[in-house]
């Protein structure tokens, strides 16, 4: 496994990388203050494996995907890394 930084949405500079099979760690700079711009970096690493299913399952409903998709997904061990992201954009600060 490389561990190397890739970028997932450059809007915001999010960056992931996965760090074991089921692990993820991620970064993203976020507006601290509207009125100067001021960005911190969000950092927050994912286990998919100490997940609820439940929690990964709406977590990535939120962004569209649907239950049957995302169980298809967990069943074939397929988009990982975006399951993940769902999840970190949704529970990190």
């Known amino acids: 496994m490389e561990n190397e930084w890739i970028v ?10 996965q760090i074991s099979r089921f692990v993820f760690e991620f970064e993203e700079d ?3 203050d509207p009125l100067t711009g001021k960005t911190y970096t ?3 690493e994912i286990d998919l494996e ?3 299913i439940d929690e ?3 977590s ?5 995907y649907s239950k049957d998709e995302v169980l298809r ?3 074939r ?7 993940a992201e769902c999840i970190f954009e949704l529970t990190t600060d």
Do not use: V
């Open 60 to 64: 990535c409903g939120a962004f569209g």
């Open 56 to 58: 990964i399952i709406d």
């Open 30 to 32: 976020r507006i601290s």
């Open 8 to 17: 997932t949405d450059p809007d915001c500079n999010q960056r992931c990388r």
């Open 77 to 83: 061990g397929e988009n990982l890394a975006l399951m």
């Open 50 to 52: 100490n997940t609820d």
């Open 73 to 75: 997904w967990m069943y």
């Open 42 to 44: 969000c950092t927050g």
